[in-house]
């Protein structure tokens, strides 16, 4: 089993693991108009290459 760390500044929302892979952790949010909550499973997020090449995966703090 692969071990994962929080990433610094994004506690609670993201981890990385020892080989790199970034994880979204599993959370909830509140929905629009402050009508109840949305679930948000936990997911492997995507890297995507920039024009330079190097690998990016986005993310966000609500």
Same mark, same amino acid.
Request: charged residues 25%; glycine residues 12%; aromatic residues 8%.
């Given at each position: 089993?692969?071990?994962?760390r ?6 609670g929302?993201y %981890? !990385?693991?020892? %080989?790199?892979? $970034?994880? %979204?952790?599993?959370?909830?949010? *509140?929905?629009?108009?402050?009508v109840? !909550? #949305?679930?948000i499973?936990e %997911? #492997? ?11 990016? $995966? *986005?993310?966000a703090k609500p």
């Amino acid at each position: 089993m692969e071990g994962y760390r929080p990433i610094p500044g994004y506690e609670g929302y993201y %981890s !990385v693991s020892e %080989s790199g892979l $970034v994880k %979204s952790l599993a959370r909830t949010k *509140p929905r629009p108009k402050g009508v109840g !909550v #949305i679930q948000i499973p936990e %997911s #492997i997020k995507t890297a995507h290459l920039d024009a330079r090449g190097w690998a990016h $995966v *986005p993310a966000a703090k609500p």
